[in-house]
């Protein structure tokens, strides 16, 4: 249950108290979720719920029509935490802070749902012939300009 003392507008960040791991952690606001929560009547009570109490199965349903309705087949509601740790794999951001963003404590548990694009693979192996091209230039200093001195 997220409650609007958990949420810092000026610190941009959110704080989880209830965790599958049972350890609370703050974790910072995409801009997205920022302007969505400012868009949100904030009651004066800090223990006020930013969004109401929902059954878990209204929840799912409502998931499950959505998905439906977007024609993508196959989505789970928990498949958003995988996508969310490989977009952030593939944007470069450090392993740390993944894992930190997702609450894992072993980096193992991370791993397991980083999911990298076959179009991301291709660009990592054409990084190694970019780097084997720059270790050969670099080798000689320079000096092969292509052009010959008369």
């Known amino acids: 249950m997220l409650t609007w003392g958990d949420v810092e507008m000026k610190g941009r960040t959110l704080t989880l108290i ?12 995409t801009d997205t979720l920022r302007e969505a929560l400012a868009a949100l009547p904030r009651p004066l009570s800090p223990r006020a719920r930013v969004l109401p109490e929902r059954d878990l199965k209204v929840l799912s349903r409502s998931f499950t029509r959505f998905v439906a309705d977007l024609e993508i087949p196959n989505l789970r509601f928990h498949d958003l935490r995988h996508d969310a740790a490989s977009v952030l794999t593939m944007a470069g951001v450090p392993q740390r802070s993944i894992m930190e963003i997702l609450g894992h404590r072993d980096p193992r548990m991370t791993m397991r749902y980083q999911h ?10 054409r990084a190694l012939d970019h780097g084997a091209i720059q270790s050969a230039g670099g080798a000689n200093n320079g000096a092969d300009t292509g052009t010959a001195e008369a």
């Open 18 to 29: 209830h965790t599958k791991n049972g350890h609370a952690r703050t974790v910072p606001m």
């Open 116 to 125: 990298l694009s076959p179009g991301h693979l291709k660009d990592a192996m």
